[in-house]
């Protein structure tokens, strides 16, 4: 059943556990999601970013109306739909047209000022059924094609000022986390755990993990123990994803995208695992 994704990220926070958000572009994808949830009896997340499905001429209605097909054949996963990565105002305009009622804004790339009026207008435009995510300090690597940039930490003082003044519903924290497993450092992140905490401190909203590829196991269950409710996954499963195809092509197109999906899928249930959702389905 679809919620909210502010309910799935209330009760993550409730219940000390982090639900893994998964970047889907396809009907495979979607499907692997799915299949996943119901296997650890866990809530998901499933976004994607314009950056995703323009490659693959899919508009952000069409998306949304493939994952929510999937609800009569799994009532039983509860699942949220939300953008990851709103670039610009418009661009997330757009999702929450098509049906995406919950919404990213990554204002980290402008000034501090136009991230928090962006954002404050942007938390208005979802409504209050909506749920706004939004960025403070800079996660930095590839995000949304854009090529890399510099992380910027965030700043506990600047965090407490962006909620009062933006009233945002989640906010993806920059820790030493980086996008696209490892990003322009070439080596496995090193989390700030002493700056988690001191943001956790000052933060009554969940917190979000970016680029969590390539981040060691025991340090996202750290960060989860700490206040991460939801973490963000890309690359790590989708080389896993493409490796499995790779290695079928001799099969036919349906066995291969087949095969495809069940080690996505598989993948995908080992994050729940790692994240303590698996067996927290509602
Ligand atoms: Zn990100």
Not at 172 to 182: K, L, P
Request: charged fraction near 25%.
């Amino acid at each position: 059943m679809e919620y909210k994704m502010k309910e799935i990220l209330a009760k993550a926070m409730e219940g000390g556990y982090a639900v893994p958000a998964i970047c889907v572009s396809n009907m495979e994808s979607v499907l692997a999601c799915f299949l996943a949830a119901r296997a650890a009896r866990a809530p998901v997340i499933i976004q994607s970013a314009w950056s995703e499905l323009e490659p693959q001429m899919i508009t952000f209605g069409e998306l949304a109306g493939i994952i929510r097909c999937f609800e009569k054949r799994f009532p039983e996963v509860p699942f949220a739909i939300h953008l990851d990565h709103g670039m610009t105002e418009e661009e997330c305009m757009r999702a929450l047209e098509g049906g995406f009622p919950s919404i990213m804004y990554d204002g980290s790339a402008g000034t501090y000022e136009d991230n928090v009026e962006v954002t404050r207008r942007l938390r208005r435009a979802a409504g209050p059924d909506g749920t706004l995510e939004a960025e403070v300090g800079r996660v930095g690597g590839e995000e949304g094609g854009g090529g890399d940039c510099e992380i910027v930490k965030s700043d506990p003082g600047q965090l407490r000022d962006f909620l009062e003044k933006t009233g945002a519903d989640a906010i993806a924290v920059s820790i030493g986390n980086i996008h696209g497993c490892h990003g322009i450092v070439k080596r496995a992140p090193e989390l700030d755990f002493e700056l988690l905490q001191r943001l956790h401190d000052v933060c009554g909203v969940p917190l979000v993990l970016h680029g969590a590829s390539g981040i060691p196991e025991a340090d996202v269950r750290r960060a989860v123990r700490m206040g991460i409710c939801k973490v963000n996954y890309y690359t790590q499963l989708y080389n896993v994803y493409m490796d499995c195809v790779k290695e079928n092509v001799s099969l036919t197109m349906e066995e291969c995208m087949g095969k495809a999906t069940l080690v996505l899928a598989g993948e995908i249930e080992k994050l729940m695992e790692m994240c303590g959702c698996a067996g927290k389905a509602f």
